[in-house]
């Protein structure tokens, strides 16, 4: 270890493969999988990463001292080189995970969800759903499949990223979302049992938000996991039926 590091007091590369490997035995004590478990660590590996490329980019570039245009001219490429060394090594990090960007898996198509994929997505849509409305009872195994379905429109990179595309999806319909869940969800008159199911559902947000993004691919996913076609059509009409 140099003295510059010593000083610094930040892990060397034996401490954060200590840490890794720890967080995994312990993983595995609870019973997730070890590519589950190791799929998760890379997606927080490959976060970080790409929150400090965020946050230094967006920093501005700030000279320091006041030493002529050739030195500032050199200091800025200098910044720069750096950033897409910090960029690239973000993206090869994501990529051993997910694959390279445009991956759509075997055939053109895109592989079954993981099932530590479905509880992501799960903990993403939850509190999102309950910011419009109270928790509902409809069949947990049924939220199972629909996020299957749902996350099956999707590249495995695209379902890294997904938790962040349902809130940006939801800031931007939040008023039209409030009145839907006004009118049909939980805390409404409507049933929870007939075509209108989906929004007494956590997952009613997910297909909103492939309904828009992909009808066609989310109607093959539909129909290929044999779920309720009522189900679909209902939320489609809803969410048709309300003014943007």
């Known amino acids: 270890m140099s003295a510059a590091q010593e000083a610094r007091q930040w892990p060397d590369e034996v401490s954060v493969d200590n840490a890794r490997t720890t967080l995994?035995?312990?993983l595995a004590r609870a019973g997730v999988p070890s590519g589950d478990?190791?799929?998760?660590?890379?997606?927080?590996?490959?976060g970080v990463l790409a929150l400090a490329h965020a946050e230094i980019d967006g920093a501005g570039r700030t000279v320091p001292g006041d030493k002529g245009e050739e030195y500032r001219s050199g200091w800025l490429d200098g910044a720069e080189?750096?950033?897409?060394?910090?960029?690239?090594?973000?993206?090869?990090?994501?990529?051993?995970?997910?694959?390279?960007?445009g991956d759509h898996?075997?055939?053109?198509?895109?592989?079954?969800?993981?099932?530590?994929?479905?509880?992501?997505a799960k903990v993403a849509v939850t509190p999102l759903y309950?910011?419009?409305?109270?928790?509902?009872?409809?069949?947990?195994?049924?939220?199972?499949?629909?996020?299957?379905?749902?996350?099956?429109?999707?590249?495995?990179?695209?379902?890294?990223?997904?938790?962040?595309?349902?809130?940006?999806?939801?800031?931007?319909?939040?008023?039209?979302?409030?009145?839907?869940?006004?009118a049909y969800g939980p805390a409404s008159a409507t049933t929870m049992h007939g075509r209108y199911s989906l929004l007494h559902s956590v997952t009613s947000i997910a297909v909103l938000e492939r309904l828009l993004a992909c009808p066609l691919a989310l109607r093959e996913e539909w129909d290929a996991a044999e779920l309720p076609p009522a189900w679909l059509d209902g939320l489609t009409t809803a969410w048709g039926g309300d003014p943007a």
């Open 37 to 46: 478990a190791r799929q998760l660590i890379g997606l927080v590996e490959a």
């Open 81 to 101: 080189a750096c950033l897409e060394d910090l960029g690239a090594v973000a993206e090869r990090t994501l990529a051993g995970i997910s694959g390279p960007e």
């Open 130 to 182: 309950l910011s419009f409305t109270p928790a509902s009872e409809l069949d947990p195994e049924v939220t199972e499949e629909v996020l299957v379905a749902v996350l099956g429109t999707m590249s495995p990179r695209q379902r890294a990223i997904y938790a962040g595309r349902l809130t940006e999806f939801t800031d931007l319909h939040r008023g039209r979302l409030e009145r839907l869940f006004a």
């Open 105 to 120: 898996g075997r055939a053109g198509g895109h592989p079954r969800a993981r099932r530590m994929e479905v509880e992501r």
């Open 24 to 26: 995994l035995q312990l």
